[in-house]
């Protein structure tokens, strides 16, 4: 299967710990795009990245989150010093970045702040 | 700011009839069109995508696309009670896809036994 791959799948924390989520793309797929569901919200767009860069990060908060797309590797979004109103669904989407560029999602990560 | 609106229902549609769902966008920048379903507690599921105004058919699925109205659509024909989820709306400013997905809250769509 050469889907999206996240994990974990589901993450617990402690408020002040750190969280570490990691998103393999698609096959072929050069874009990777995170996206936050909060409990009865609607997916947010967070970071936009490609291979070692940041293309767009306007839907991060300004601290405390991260995150890269390594030559090597997956892409990792990165939480510190969590906090409860972190606790969402994390959603990694990957794209070919061809002309239309469709947007497949992975099964997501759970992450729950105690 | 990049709004995309969608009713969030309960839609409630008789298996076999039609579904209709709508959306409405604020960005008249906005290029591209997507409807993902999303069943409850699980990930988004691309369906259908539009980027021409007119239609677009896909099996039972069609996605209807007007750039003067600012307006999305997506009909299920013979619908059945395994489309029964969340159907999100979404746009996409740039038509060089270099953006991050602008999505609805969703529509819950019920389908009826």
């Known amino acids: 299967n050469a889907g999206v791959m996240q994990n974990p799948r589901h993450l617990v924390r402690r408020r002040g710990q750190e969280a570490r989520l990691r998103c393999s793309p698609m096959k072929g797929h050069s874009h990777v795009y995170w996206y936050r569901q909060l409990p009865e919200e609607g997916l947010k767009f967070m970071v936009y990245l490609q291979k070692e860069n940041i293309i767009d990060e306007s839907g991060m908060p300004k601290e405390r989150f991260s995150a890269e797309f390594p030559k090597e590797g997956p892409s990792i979004l990165r939480i510190q010093q969590v906090v409860r109103g972190d606790s969402a669904a994390y959603f990694c989407?990957?794209?070919?970045?061809?002309?239309?560029?469709?947007?497949?999602f992975g099964p997501g990560t759970r992450l729950t702040v105690l | 700011q990049k709004e995309v609106e969608q009713n969030s229902g309960p839609l409630s549609v008789p298996e076999g009839a039609i579904a209709s769902l709508n959306c409405t966008y604020s960005d008249r920048g906005s290029q591209s069109f997507f409807w993902y379903r999303q069943y409850s507690g699980k990930s988004p599921e691309l369906i259908m995508s539009i980027y021409s105004n007119g239609d677009k058919e896909d099996g039972r699925f069609t996605a209807q696309l007007n750039k003067a109205s600012q307006y999305v659509s997506l009909l299920i024909r013979d619908s059945q009670p395994s489309d029964s989820a969340t159907y999100l709306c979404a746009g996409m400013y740039s038509g060089g896809g270099a953006d991050g997905l602008t999505f609805g809250k969703g529509t819950h769509l019920i389908i009826q036994p």
């Open positions: 989407a990957s794209a070919p970045g061809t002309r239309y560029n469709e947007q497949f």
